[in-house]
């Protein structure tokens, strides 16, 4: 299974609620989608949040990382593909902060999956982790806004930034 294969698999779960039978209106999905960088390389991610209340989601999130490391005097390049679930509590409707802006924590437990290329004599670190998150977000219309996040020390430390929309009128 290639990345094109993960990502239409996920748009179809992102998605599917929306065409489902006997609707029961919600506004409890979100999306995500874009970049960070961490200790080991460059990621692209894609994620989605269910809300079960005004303060915690529970979220899916998969991420394809470059990671270049020079090793005996040779050049390799990793790929390192990652999928994570994540518990978070949100503070956007507690009123600390101006409408608009959610700040959020959590943890996560997450699979990261390293290719193992040839002639390589060094460690990759394919397996379980679990970690935590802190950031934020922007909402500059009712659906769509930026985050910002800080992670680890899961596999690594590392930041992530992008585009959030919020799916509404959703059902199930």
Same mark, same amino acid.
């Given at each position: ?18 065409? #489902? ?9 979100? #999306? ?52 994570? #679930? ?74 992530k930034i992008g585009l959030i929309y919020k799916l509404t009128n959703c059902s199930f």
């Open positions: 299974m290639n990345a094109k294969h993960i990502i239409f698999i996920f748009l179809i779960l992102t998605f599917q609620p929306s065409f #489902s039978q006997n609707p029961k209106p919600i506004d409890k999905f979100q #999306s995500s989608i874009g970049y960070g960088v961490t200790g080991y390389g460059n990621l692209v991610f894609l994620g989605s949040s269910y809300f079960f209340d005004d303060i915690r989601s529970l979220g899916l999130d998969f991420s394809r990382r470059n990671y270049a490391e020079a090793l005996n005097g040779k050049m390799f390049n990793h790929e390192i593909y990652g999928l994570t #679930s994540r518990l978070d509590i949100h503070l956007e409707k507690t009123n600390i902060f101006p409408k608009g802006i959610d700040v959020y924590f959590g943890i996560n437990l997450g699979f990261y999956y390293w290719n193992k290329l040839e002639n390589y004599d060094g460690q990759f670190y394919s397996g379980f982790n679990i970690g935590a998150q802190v950031g934020g977000a922007y909402f500059f219309s009712n659906k769509m806004g930026i985050k910002f996040e800080l992670l680890g020390p899961n596999d690594c430390l590392g930041a």
